[in-house]
Protein backbone atom coordinates (compact mmCIF):
# COMPACT_ATOMS: atom_id res chain seq x y z
CA UNK A 1 0.00 0.00 0.00
CA UNK A 2 1.30 3.38 -0.79
CA UNK A 3 0.68 7.25 -0.31
CA UNK A 4 -0.70 8.27 -3.70
CA UNK A 5 -0.16 5.89 -6.71
CA UNK A 6 1.20 2.31 -5.89
CA UNK A 7 3.18 2.27 -9.08
CA UNK A 8 3.47 5.14 -11.03
CA UNK A 9 5.14 5.80 -15.28
CA UNK A 10 5.13 9.60 -15.80
CA UNK A 11 6.55 10.32 -19.30
CA UNK A 12 8.02 6.93 -18.92
CA UNK A 13 8.25 3.67 -20.92
CA UNK A 14 8.70 0.04 -20.18
CA UNK A 15 8.87 -3.03 -22.65
CA UNK A 16 7.60 -5.12 -20.28
CA UNK A 17 4.24 -6.22 -18.35
CA UNK A 18 2.84 -5.61 -14.85
CA UNK A 19 1.89 -9.10 -13.78
CA UNK A 20 0.34 -9.25 -10.08
CA UNK A 21 -0.32 -12.34 -8.17
CA UNK A 22 -0.28 -9.92 -4.77
CA UNK A 23 -1.61 -6.49 -3.54
CA UNK A 24 -1.26 -3.09 -5.30
CA UNK A 25 -3.03 -0.77 -3.34
CA UNK A 26 -2.64 3.32 -3.82
CA UNK A 27 -4.30 6.03 -1.87
CA UNK A 28 -5.01 8.15 -5.57
CA UNK A 29 -4.39 5.10 -8.15
CA UNK A 30 -3.31 1.51 -7.96
CA UNK A 31 -1.52 1.55 -11.25
CA UNK A 32 -1.00 5.27 -13.04
CA UNK A 33 0.57 5.08 -16.50
CA UNK A 34 0.56 9.00 -17.82
CA UNK A 35 2.21 12.04 -19.40
CA UNK A 36 2.57 9.90 -22.76
CA UNK A 37 4.04 7.14 -20.91
CA UNK A 38 3.16 3.33 -22.29
CA UNK A 39 3.66 -0.39 -21.19
CA UNK A 40 4.09 -2.37 -24.30
CA UNK A 41 3.54 -5.28 -22.68
CA UNK A 42 0.31 -6.12 -20.85
CA UNK A 43 -0.99 -5.76 -17.05
CA UNK A 44 -2.05 -8.76 -15.97
CA UNK A 45 -3.83 -8.94 -12.21
CA UNK A 46 -4.30 -12.93 -11.40
CA UNK A 47 -6.40 -14.84 -9.35
CA UNK A 48 -5.19 -13.82 -5.88
CA UNK A 49 -4.60 -10.68 -7.26
CA UNK A 50 -6.31 -7.30 -6.00
CA UNK A 51 -5.46 -3.57 -7.69
CA UNK A 52 -7.37 -0.96 -5.63
CA UNK A 53 -7.42 2.79 -4.83
CA UNK A 54 -8.57 3.93 -1.94
CA UNK A 55 -8.85 7.47 -2.00
CA UNK A 56 -12.14 9.54 -2.95
CA UNK A 57 -11.33 9.93 -6.59
CA UNK A 58 -8.46 7.92 -7.70
CA UNK A 59 -8.61 4.54 -10.13
CA UNK A 60 -7.01 1.04 -9.50
CA UNK A 61 -5.91 1.69 -12.78
CA UNK A 62 -5.50 4.94 -14.74
CA UNK A 63 -4.23 5.06 -18.17
CA UNK A 64 -3.46 9.18 -18.28
CA UNK A 65 -2.89 12.24 -21.01
CA UNK A 66 -1.68 9.77 -23.88
CA UNK A 67 -0.80 6.84 -21.53
CA UNK A 68 -1.40 3.45 -23.01
CA UNK A 69 -1.09 -0.51 -22.05
CA UNK A 70 -0.99 -3.51 -24.15
CA UNK A 71 -3.90 -5.79 -23.05
CA UNK A 72 -5.46 -5.42 -19.76
CA UNK A 73 -6.28 -8.86 -18.15
CA UNK A 74 -8.19 -9.49 -14.98
CA UNK A 75 -8.93 -12.82 -13.17
CA UNK A 76 -8.63 -11.51 -9.58
CA UNK A 77 -10.14 -8.27 -8.03
CA UNK A 78 -9.72 -4.68 -9.62
CA UNK A 79 -11.43 -2.16 -7.50
CA UNK A 80 -11.33 1.65 -7.84
CA UNK A 81 -12.98 4.76 -5.24
CA UNK A 82 -14.27 6.25 -8.54
CA UNK A 83 -13.04 3.65 -11.62
CA UNK A 84 -11.91 0.60 -11.51
CA UNK A 85 -9.83 1.35 -15.17
CA UNK A 86 -10.24 4.58 -16.18
CA UNK A 87 -9.03 5.68 -19.55
CA UNK A 88 -8.62 9.39 -20.04
CA UNK A 89 -7.19 12.64 -20.99
CA UNK A 90 -5.86 14.97 -17.82
CA UNK A 91 -7.98 17.98 -19.25
CA UNK A 92 -7.36 21.36 -18.41
CA UNK A 93 -5.50 20.44 -15.18
CA UNK A 94 -2.49 19.29 -16.99
CA UNK A 95 -1.18 19.27 -20.84
CA UNK A 96 -3.87 18.28 -23.20
CA UNK A 97 -2.11 15.07 -24.69
CA UNK A 98 -4.60 13.17 -25.71
CA UNK A 99 -6.95 9.91 -24.79
CA UNK A 100 -5.24 6.87 -23.51
CA UNK A 101 -5.44 3.60 -25.50
CA UNK A 102 -5.24 0.11 -24.70
CA UNK A 103 -3.87 -1.90 -27.76
CA UNK A 104 -5.63 -4.80 -27.55
CA UNK A 105 -8.46 -6.59 -25.31
CA UNK A 106 -9.82 -5.77 -21.55
CA UNK A 107 -10.12 -8.99 -20.90
CA UNK A 108 -12.21 -9.68 -17.17
CA UNK A 109 -13.30 -12.75 -15.92
CA UNK A 110 -12.74 -11.77 -12.26
CA UNK A 111 -14.47 -8.81 -10.44
CA UNK A 112 -13.67 -4.97 -11.79
CA UNK A 113 -15.44 -2.48 -9.93
CA UNK A 114 -15.81 1.48 -8.90
CA UNK A 115 -18.04 3.72 -7.76
CA UNK A 116 -18.68 5.68 -10.91
CA UNK A 117 -17.60 3.21 -13.69
CA UNK A 118 -16.01 -0.36 -13.74
CA UNK A 119 -14.07 1.16 -16.73
CA UNK A 120 -14.31 4.31 -17.77
CA UNK A 121 -12.96 6.04 -21.43
CA UNK A 122 -12.86 9.88 -22.10
CA UNK A 123 -11.80 12.52 -24.19
CA UNK A 124 -11.67 10.63 -27.42
CA UNK A 125 -9.86 7.41 -25.44
CA UNK A 126 -9.48 3.69 -27.45
CA UNK A 127 -9.53 0.32 -26.73
CA UNK A 128 -7.97 -1.28 -29.77
CA UNK A 129 -10.34 -4.52 -29.51
CA UNK A 130 -12.66 -6.02 -27.35
CA UNK A 131 -13.67 -6.02 -23.78
CA UNK A 132 -14.42 -9.89 -22.79
CA UNK A 133 -16.31 -10.28 -19.46
CA UNK A 134 -17.03 -13.78 -18.38
CA UNK A 135 -17.19 -12.18 -14.81
CA UNK A 136 -18.04 -8.95 -12.80
CA UNK A 137 -18.06 -5.47 -14.21
CA UNK A 138 -20.35 -3.25 -11.80
CA UNK A 139 -20.58 0.05 -11.13
CA UNK A 140 -23.16 2.42 -8.75
CA UNK A 141 -23.69 4.36 -12.24
CA UNK A 142 -22.41 2.25 -15.21
CA UNK A 143 -20.34 -0.77 -15.68
CA UNK A 144 -19.00 0.33 -18.60
CA UNK A 145 -19.18 4.24 -19.39
CA UNK A 146 -18.07 5.58 -22.63
CA UNK A 147 -17.75 9.34 -22.71
CA UNK A 148 -16.58 12.30 -25.04
CA UNK A 149 -15.39 10.72 -28.59
CA UNK A 150 -14.15 7.50 -27.24
CA UNK A 151 -13.98 3.88 -29.40
CA UNK A 152 -13.42 0.52 -28.77
CA UNK A 153 -12.77 -0.30 -32.05
CA UNK A 154 -14.48 -4.33 -31.71
CA UNK A 155 -17.26 -5.32 -29.85
CA UNK A 156 -18.29 -5.75 -26.18
CA UNK A 157 -18.33 -9.82 -25.18
CA UNK A 158 -20.38 -10.24 -22.43
CA UNK A 159 -20.83 -13.75 -20.62
CA UNK A 160 -21.13 -12.47 -17.15
CA UNK A 161 -22.85 -9.63 -15.32
CA UNK A 162 -22.10 -5.75 -16.55
CA UNK A 163 -24.41 -3.67 -14.12
CA UNK A 164 -24.59 0.31 -12.80
CA UNK A 165 -27.73 1.74 -11.69
CA UNK A 166 -28.18 3.54 -14.34
CA UNK A 167 -26.51 1.50 -17.38
CA UNK A 168 -24.62 -1.45 -17.53
CA UNK A 169 -23.00 0.25 -20.55
CA UNK A 170 -23.55 3.83 -21.34
CA UNK A 171 -22.51 5.74 -24.65
CA UNK A 172 -22.45 9.30 -24.46
CA UNK A 173 -20.99 10.58 -28.14
CA UNK A 174 -18.93 7.57 -28.54
CA UNK A 175 -18.81 4.29 -30.53
CA UNK A 176 -18.64 0.33 -29.96
CA UNK A 177 -17.79 -0.39 -33.60
CA UNK A 178 -18.32 -3.95 -33.29
CA UNK A 179 -21.27 -3.50 -30.70
CA UNK A 180 -22.16 -5.76 -27.74
CA UNK A 181 -23.14 -9.59 -27.39
CA UNK A 182 -24.86 -10.64 -24.10
CA UNK A 183 -24.95 -14.86 -23.92
Known sequence: SATGNAISLSS????????????ISGTFNGISVSRSSS???????????TISSTGSSGAAILLNANGSAGNITNIGTISG??????????GASSANLGGSSVAGDISNSGTI??????????????????????????????????NTNSLISGSVNNNGTISGNLAGI????????GGSTNT
Open 39 to 49: ITGDITNNLNG
Open 12 to 23: ASTAGSIINDGS
Open 113 to 146: SGNSAGIWLSSGSLIGGNINNSGTISANVAGIWL
Open 170 to 177: ALLGSTIT
Open 81 to 90: SRYGISLKDA
